[in-house]
């Protein structure tokens, strides 16, 4: 399915021509037909001898009539120049070419009408030499120039097989997985409801799915599809469709709104845009001055903010900041068009570089421009690079989304990037929709700072197995619990329990401190099970050497008084668990029994016990806890 659309002055026979080669009528207002003028856009299609489908929007000529023009070409994949025979190249000629050039339209047809009324064969070539001077200074330098007659019919069979050609060989659009439909018309139908219409694109649209009605949010459901007057139960890209929505009132619709699947889209009032002056503008294009933005079928004022050295002179390219009078949907690449609103002129046009922009830049910062040159560039590698962040991870899935890549060439761009250590991928891919990433250069810092607050704080703090793990989040930046995963998964640094250290590192205590632990722990040896208390403990080897002997497991604590070794716990809790596997039920008395212990010793062990799960307590007995591991 492919879209053309018409261009041309007024009067010049677009319309005519359609109806000579579709049979139908384009123009479907009364005041249209009355004034025998196009006002608005028209629509027709037909079947070419390939059997692609060809819609075709007929847009008007008439210089009051432009925005009109605009809401139609923004989707097509090839156009159809209108020139009359009779009266040659004129002012929208020549502004309706450089919009199509602005928006490098694919391919295009000079269709020259009106043959039938000129009888000098001289003049014709005259006509013809103009047309080709004009396309010289064009992307359209070799587009056919096809003489024809609607009205005697001369050259339309020539004609259907040029554009057979040009919509066939023009490339597919890319089905991205990311639907959107940029209305161009809504009405309602009897019966039916609600009914927009646009050329859909970056993916399809099925019957019955959920979509969301942009820049207000609006929710829908798809009741039903048309292409070309026959219902589909899914409308490919590329194609123009009509969609009857459920949930949405007409008046709740305007043309430039947007139809997308939910959440896949943002709308924004600041876009950052690459932009490049006619040169055969009126004026140079300055600093806060005003102009109306173009793009897709909507249309907003904005003010504009050169970035670099201003003005931008006729003829010249550079990096503006457009500042919107209201929300838009636009994306990455999308084409645009500024145009001066009194006296209504074509200033330029140029490609979407960032729909998202953080703010307002600074107007000469070279890191900017720098960024914003990788985002349009070629590459899918730079652009898919400049779509995560440096400084922070990014989900990967809204990179790709951001960068407008289709999945087999994100694929490629995301193992480049990471073969050319350039992108850090934090987690398994398998988990794509979730999967972050974040540029090297942002990765190396963070590693940088993250392994110098572990090494501080085995630093100042020796005796401790590493700083606990929310102490090190809070310390690093937003983001860091999966930059801290990712680090504990390449083995930079190493997780115990809840606390963080470098693979390396081994508490070691001074001879002095190692001669006050080894005294310590005789005394446990000599009465294992009725061992020094923890105030003595701590008397005997002080409060951080009593800490790292609770963090190596050298010493367990069961309560505020009692502290075993820890071979000596492991030891009774195995008996224990042993004993209730056996004979199911086990007391204080019995504990105190089976290790030669008091009363404290015993109670205390089968109060922690209790209170990590093991056992649970029943009048004056314990019992194994009902779990799998039981």
């Known amino acids: 399915m492919r879209v053309l659309g018409t261009a041309g002055h007024v009067d010049h026979g677009k319309s005519t021509l359609v109806k000579s080669l579709t049979g139908i009528d384009p123009d479907r207002l009364q005041e249209e037909k009355d004034r025998q003028m196009t006002i608005d856009l028209g629509f027709a299609w037909m079947t070419l001898p390939s059997g692609e489908g060809l819609g075709i929007i007929d847009v008007p000529g008439h210089r009051d009539f432009i925005d009109n023009m605009l809401a139609g070409v923004g ?113 309602t139908m009897a019966g039916f409801g609600t009914v927009v219409t646009g050329t859909l694109v970056d993916g399809g649209f099925q019957v019955g799915e959920d979509v969301e009605l942009l820049p ?69 294009v300055r600093h806060n001055s005003s102009a109306k933005f173009f793009s897709g079928s909507a249309n907003r004022m904005a003010r504009i903010r050169v970035l670099g050295e201003a003005p931008l002179q006729p003829g010249e390219s550079g990096w503006l900041q457009l500042l919107l009078d209201a929300p838009i949907v636009v994306r990455r690449g999308d084409r645009f068009i500024l145009r001066r609103p009194s006296p209504g002129t074509t200033l330029g ?56 890549l289709d999945p087999a060439s994100a694929e490629a761009a995301i193992l480049t990037l990471q073969q050319e250590g350039k992108l850090v991928v934090l987690s398994a891919p398998d988990l ?119 963090e190596n497991g050298q010493l367990v604590k069961l309560s505020e008084t009692v502290i075993l070794t820890g071979e000596t716990y492991s030891e009774m809790v195995d008996r224990v668990r042993a004993q209730l596997r056996d004979q199911a039920t086990i007391s204080v008395a019995e504990v105190r029994d089976m290790f030669g212990t008091s009363r404290k010793y015993a109670l205390a062990l089968m109060e922690h016990l209790d209170q990590i799960g093991l056992t649970v307590r029943d009048g004056d007995i314990r019992r194994l806890k009902s779990t799998p591991e039981s």
């Open 349 to 404: 046009g140029g490609r979407i570089a960032d729909p998202h922009p953080p703010g307002r830049h600074k107007r000469r910062d070279s890191a900017v421009i720098d960024g914003l040159n990788r985002l349009l560039s070629e590459s899918p590698e730079q652009v898919l690079l400049q779509s995560v962040s440096a400084d922070s991870p990014s989900r990967l899935a809204l990179a790709v989304e951001a960068a407008g």
């Open 75 to 187: 989707g097509i994949d090839a156009a159809l120049l209108v020139i009359a025979a009779d009266e040659g190249v004129m002012p929208q000629t020549r502004e309706h070419l450089s919009i199509l050039d602005l928006l490098e339209t694919r391919e295009l047809i000079v269709a020259l009408t009106k043959v039938d009324l000129v009888q000098s064969s001289e003049w014709l070539d005259l006509v013809r030499d103009e047309i080709q001077s004009l396309l010289a200074h064009s992307r359209f330098s070799n587009a056919p120039i096809l003489p024809v007659s609607s009205f005697t019919g001369q050259g339309v069979e020539d004609l259907v097989r040029a554009l057979d050609v040009a919509v066939v060989g023009a490339l597919s659009r890319p089905d991205l997985m990311r639907p959107r439909l940029a209305v161009d018309r809504a009405f």
């Open 432 to 550: 794509f929709p979730e999967v972050l990433a974040i540029r090297e250069p942002g990765w190396t810092r963070f590693v940088d700072r993250a392994t110098m607050l572990v090494q501080d704080y085995h630093a100042s703090c020796p005796l401790r197995s590493g700083i606990p793990l929310e102490e090190l989040r809070s310390r690093l930046a937003e983001g860091s619990t999966e930059m801290i995963e990712a680090l504990i998964a390449r083995g930079i640094l190493r997780q115990s329990d809840n606390r963080i250290s470098l693979p390396g590192f081994r508490v070691k205590f001074t001879p002095a401190q190692g001669d006050r632990v080894n005294r310590l722990l005789e005394r446990f040896d000599a009465d294992p099970y009725g061992p020094p208390s923890l105030k003595d403990s701590l008397a005997a080897v002080g409060e951080e050497l009593l800490a790292a002997l609770f």
């Open 216 to 284: 207000e949010g609006l929710q829908a459901r798809v009741r039903g599809l048309q292409t070309h007057k026959e219902a589909v139960n899914e409308a490919v890209s590329g194609s123009r469709v009509a969609v009857n929505l459920s949930g949405i009132r007409v008046d709740q619709v305007e043309r430039g709104d947007v139809l997308i699947h939910p959440g896949t889209d943002i709308p924004t009032e600041i876009v950052d845009v690459n932009f490049r002056v006619l040169a055969d503008a009126a004026t140079a």
